[in-house]
């Protein structure tokens, strides 16, 4: 069984910054790609931003210089940092990740946290 746990959502002002975890927990063999996603109010899920195992990262056009995501592989945690926070970025945040949970299961299954809401005013 695996989890997986947002944290460090809240409430701030336009320009300010925020900065979003993810810790996955339970029966873990192999994190591959983590992802950060959001969902605004009236609107589709979507990309955020990327990140591979071997650091290679990815983000969504309108994040790009204001959003950074990392990952700490020690912790199966994945960050990510969001500064000059617009109130086009309020929405709920949820992190993805490819887990393999054993060593003789080749494929990664995609696992899903339940979401921290951000919420930016102006």
């Known amino acids: 069984q695996v989890q997986l746990v947002e944290s460090g959502g809240g409430l701030v002002q336009a320009g300010g910054s925020l900065r979003l975890s993810c810790v996955a927990s339970?029966?873990?063999?192999?994190?591959?790609?983590m992802h950060w996603y959001r969902q605004a109010p009236g609107k589709q899920r979507e990309l955020v931003a990327g990140?591979?195992?071997?650091?290679?990262?990815t983000y969504e056009d309108s994040v790009k210089g204001r959003f950074t995501v990392s990952r700490d592989n020690a912790k199966n945690t994945v960050f990510l940092q969001m500064n000059s926070l617009k109130p086009d970025d309020t929405a709920v945040y949820y992190c993805?990740?490819?887990?393999?949970?054993?060593?003789?299961?080749?494929?990664?299954?995609?696992?899903w946290g339940k979401g921290t809401l951000v919420t930016v005013s102006s």
């Open positions: 339970g029966t873990i063999f192999r994190i591959n790609t």
């Open positions: 993805q990740m490819a887990i393999v949970v054993r060593r003789d299961i080749s494929r990664a299954m995609n696992y």
């Open positions: 990140i591979t195992s071997d650091g290679s990262t």
